[in-house]
């Protein structure tokens, strides 16, 4: 049985923004969701045709896992209900074998460069499902 998680899936008008603002630092770009509940709660299919108001607000890498993330501001919040901030992860380093989940990891203090300006992008909420983990 797959796991199931919710997101906020980037538009390409979105993606394209940040990799333009944003040079990826590893070559695995990945630019593409931001986690909202993972696993999914129950009552996340009521939120299928919300709006989010979305902003990138932030940024942090790590050369040693070979992560780069952007820290974003989700409805005027910067933290999941799991206690971890919103972010997408930008970019991995094959060459480490990064997995995208190391995002949370580094910024599990919490501590990012904030951008001088940020920035609205435009997502879509969607139920994940996923059957190799």
């Given at each position: ?127 994940i499902k996923r059957i190799n983990v």
């Amino acid at each position: 049985m797959g796991i199931k998680y919710s997101a906020l899936m980037l538009t390409e008008e979105s993606r394209v923004k940040i990799l333009q603002t944003f040079r990826s630092a590893f070559s695995l770009v990945k630019c593409d969701h931001v986690t909202v509940n993972y696993p999914a709660k129950n009552d996340d299919e009521k939120h299928q045709n919300h709006f989010f108001t979305v902003f990138v607000v932030g940024y942090k890498i790590d050369t040693e896992l070979g992560v780069e993330c952007l820290v974003v501001e989700v409805n005027g919040r910067l933290t999941r209900p799991d206690g971890c901030l919103y972010h997408l992860t930008l970019s991995l380093d094959p060459t480490k074998n990064a997995k995208a989940v190391l995002s949370n990891e580094i910024l599990s203090d919490h501590q990012y460069q904030k951008l001088n300006e940020s920035f609205e992008i435009t997502t879509e909420f969607k139920l994940i499902k996923r059957i190799n983990v």
